[in-house]
């Protein structure tokens, strides 16, 4: 039968069985011109979909995927053809008890023949370029330096030599290879391709670009790839393109005369297309194993607001103009960028019980288009009062919202790209994300990039084992460089107001689990305004607020650490209220009068010093000291027994056994966080500065702790902190200001303040006086005479 008899041969069936539903099968051993049925299925999904569009939307459409891999030749096309309706949706499904898997791969039929050192060899296709390589299922890794360690903490293997003169000189013609870095600071990572040797033996590169805050490559964590020479590992490939040959050393236990062989080519495997005018609407995606998506880090270039984060708007799951669609019950495994990415308008999308694993950048991405935020600017630059935009919400309405993130378990993301999210909120509003777990990650499990435009809820999640390979951040992290931050001229008092203008609905984290051990569990960085976080378990960083407005922190456990306060405004209406906390409060950079709204009502487990420690800045003198009486923490239950401390400053209980996913599917596959033991802290530490001296009518000192992220330097950083600089003084007639982190006198570093005053008032000292400084994280220069 041709494919367009089939076409109205169904058509003419559904029009003349009112109320029947049309039923499409396709198998990988199927035939484009059978007629769809299980006995005599179809071959493709493009054909399924040509044979289903005359009555999509007029009667229920299910298209039933039959098990194999089907190799797709190119992206498979959804648009407003193709969309059903609330009463009759298009469901594309797996067939009960079948795995059907959607391949960007292809297969390679090869014949090896063995070289020297374990090495073999295949011709390949004329044309044929490799992104990645598997062999019986499994990633391989390219030849590179140096080689894969599952047990390294960075990019599975760095090291500091990887593109000195040395090893360049071992390479006859790198162009094609790869360099990968962490960024200087730890906040991500970035890329760049080798497009040859110069001429005095350095490597030729372009890129750099994947960071919103570019640095240099950090000077240990990078490792080179793509590179003949360097292979000589197990595992390890290399695909000359040029000549069309591949070489492999195989694995343990793999014989390449066997093996299935597949390369990646395409990109995304299935795009949603549509638009506000027309979007594709009520698509089912049910029980599909998506595999074989190529890596896209060098696309990752496009600056998003004030974020850190550059963009690339892909994945192996692409929405754009899409209402009331579906993904569920659904396995990604192994792709190599995005897994999901929801871009620029999209309403009402769903996301539940998906199972997301190395994936090589964001688990799911929900991101608009930067034109639909008023006064929107990327990293350099402020706005001005004068010329504000104070209309609240956004400009326009081109971005994701009211869509759900529900039951999935998302682990192993970002084995590529560090600069990734589970789940990745950016430019949208009222995206729910419930009941997931997310743990083995770079860097946040959740992200919120901006207040645009708030209404975002994280409910009911179990997020640890984060920021593995990061600094500076938290599992959970959010950042609020909107329109008013930094902002010029703002008259007195009016910059409570300004800063909701863009988070324009508050978000909320209430009922979650987190755990960072190497930063803060919750992360409310640079302006971060407009949030409600209650009925939180937080088990090893504690909560951090930094400057920003209306955070309200109420009934939250805080095993083994406290509140992190860091730099906040005036008039911020902060609350911090009815928590238990097990150690004194940190601040840094806190003044008189920027104590919040409320800071008391609390139950410290340590001693009453810790209580009493910022009393003269009005907190706590209603707060209690003593023992919570915890029910079992050993097993992770926090809430507190009848009679505890915690009841009286107003803590009430909640549910301790039932964060993360609760999907009978994945439930069963997720890990939970370790449970810590309860640490006694000694009460009333100081957690406070190092020593001050005074220089020009100035307070400077070195810095110590968590200052570090304050100021927005890595840890190891050489400098001094100028922490006061009275406007009537020398230093603030002279050009310093308070926060000044200075790095520099004339070209040499500085290593502290002895090294300071030594370079800057000693015998040595010159005039003119150079001073390279930090300020908002910009480098200036102020040059000063004697």
């Not at 076409?7 to 029009?15: E, R, Y």
């Not at 500091?160 to 962490?182: L, N, Q, T």
């Not at 190529?294 to 850190?308: G, H, I, V």
């Not at 809430?639 to 609760?662: E, T």
Request: hydrophobic share 40%; glycine share 10%; charged share 20%.
């Amino acid at each position: 039968m041709r494919l367009k008899d089939l076409f109205l041969a169904l058509f003419l069936s559904a029009l003349a069985t009112p109320g029947r539903a049309a039923e499409l099968h396709i198998s990988p051993a199927g035939n484009d011109n059978a007629p769809g049925t299980a006995a005599q299925p179809l071959a493709t999904l493009a054909a399924a979909r040509e044979a289903a569009r005359p009555f999509a939307g007029r009667e229920p459409v299910t298209i039933i995927l039959h098990g194999g891999t089907y190799y797709l030749p190119e992206t498979f096309q959804l648009t407003s053809a193709d969309s059903g309706t609330a009463q009759f949706p298009v469901t594309y499904t797996a067939a009960p008890g079948e795995t059907p898997v959607l391949s960007g791969g292809l297969p390679l039929n090869l014949t090896w023949t063995p070289l020297s050192n374990g090495i073999f060899q295949a011709r390949t296709p004329a044309g044929l370029t490799l992104d990645q390589l598997f062999i019986n299922g499994r990633l391989q890794p390219m030849a590179r330096y140096p080689n894969y360690d599952p047990a390294a903490a960075h990019y599975n293997g760095t090291a500091a030599d990887a593109i000195s003169p040395e090893r360049v000189a071992r390479w006859s013609d790198p162009a094609g290879g790869y360099v990968h870095a962490m960024h200087s600071a730890l906040w991500g990572d970035m890329h760049w391709r080798i497009l040859g040797k110069n001429p005095d033996g350095t490597l030729s590169l372009e890129g750099g670009w994947q960071n919103n805050r570019p640095s240099a490559m950090h000077k240990k964590f990078r490792y080179v790839e793509n590179i003949r020479e360097e292979l000589d590992a197990p595992g390890e490939w290399f695909h000359d393109a040029k000549a069309g040959l591949l070489y492999y050393m195989p694995a343990p236990g793999v014989n390449p005369a066997t093996a299935r062989v597949e390369g990646v080519r395409l990109r995304h495997l299935i795009e949603f297309n549509g638009t506000p005018a027309q979007p594709v609407k009520f698509i089912t995606l049910r029980g599909l194993t998506f595999r074989h998506a190529a890596r896209t880090f060098m696309d990752n270039r496009e600056p998003l607001l004030r974020t850190d984060w550059t963009v690339y708007r892909g994945g192996a799951l692409v929405f754009h103009g899409a209402e009331d669609d579906t993904v569920t019950g659904c396995d990604f495994d192994q792709l190599g960028g995005n897994t999901i990415f929801v871009n620029d308008y999209n309403r009402r999308l769903t996301f539940s019980d998906c199972l997301i694993q190395d994936s090589g950048g964001n688990g799911i991405a929900f991101v608009g288009n930067p034109a639909a935020a008023r006064n929107g600017i990327t990293w350099h630059g402020a706005n001005d009062y004068a010329t504000l935009d104070r209309t609240p919400g956004p400009l326009t309405d081109d971005y994701p919202a009211d869509c759900l993130v529900e039951n999935c378990l998302i682990t192993r993301i970002g084995r590529c790209e560090k600069q990734t999210a589970g789940v990745e909120i950016d430019l949208a509003r009222r995206i729910t994300v419930r009941h997931c777990s997310i743990y083995d990650v770079p860097r946040a499990g959740v992200n919120i990039g901006d207040g645009c435009w708030g209404g975002q809820v994280i409910e009911d999640c179990d997020i640890f084992d984060t920021v593995l390979e990061t600094g500076d951040h938290g599992s959970f992290n959010a950042w609020g460089r909107d329109r008013y931050w930094e902002l010029r001229g703002v008259p007195p008092g009016e910059l409570p107001a300004l800063a909701l203008l863009d988070v324009v609905e508050p978000n909320t984290l209430r009922h979650n689990r987190w755990r960072c051990d190497h930063g803060w569990d919750i992360d409310l960085d640079d302006g971060s305004s407009n949030y409600r976080i209650y009925d939180n378990l937080l088990l090893h960083g504690g909560l951090k607020l930094r400057e920003g407005f209306q955070r309200i922190a109420t009934n939250n456990v805080i095993v083994n650490n406290t509140f992190h306060l860091h730099v906040w405004f005036p008039h911020s209406g902060d609350v911090i209220a009815h928590n238990i906390v097990m150690d004194a409060y940190r601040p840094i950079g806190m003044k008189a009068g920027q104590w919040g709204a409320e800071i008391g009502r609390n139950l410290f487990t340590t001693d009453d010093a810790d209580r009493r420690k910022y009393l003269a800045h009005g907190c706590d003198g209603n707060s209690l000291a003593g023992d919570a009486q915890f029910i079992n923490p050993a097993t992770a239950d926090f809430r507190v027994q009848p009679g505890s401390p915690a009841l009286q400053v107003g803590f009430v209980n909640f549910p301790m056994d039932n964060f993360g996913v609760q999907s009978p599917r994945l439930k069963p596959l997720a890990r939970t966080p370790v449970i810590p033991a309860l640490e006694i802290h000694a009460a009333g530490a100081d957690t406070g500065s190092a020593a001050t001296i005074s220089w020009r009518g100035a307070s400077l000192r070195e810095m110590v702790g968590e200052e570090f992220s304050v100021i927005g330097v890595p840890a190891d950083s050489r400098g001094i902190l100028f922490s006061d600089v009275p406007e009537k003084s020398a230093a603030y007639q002279a050009g310093l200001r308070p926060g000044d982190f200075i790095t520099r006198v004339g070209s040499r570093t500085i290593f502290g303040v002895k090294d300071f005053l030594a370079q800057a008032a000693g015998p040595d000292a010159v005039s003119p006086l150079r001073l390279t400084l930090l300020r908002n994280q910009k480098t200036l220069t102020v040059t000063l005479t004697q």
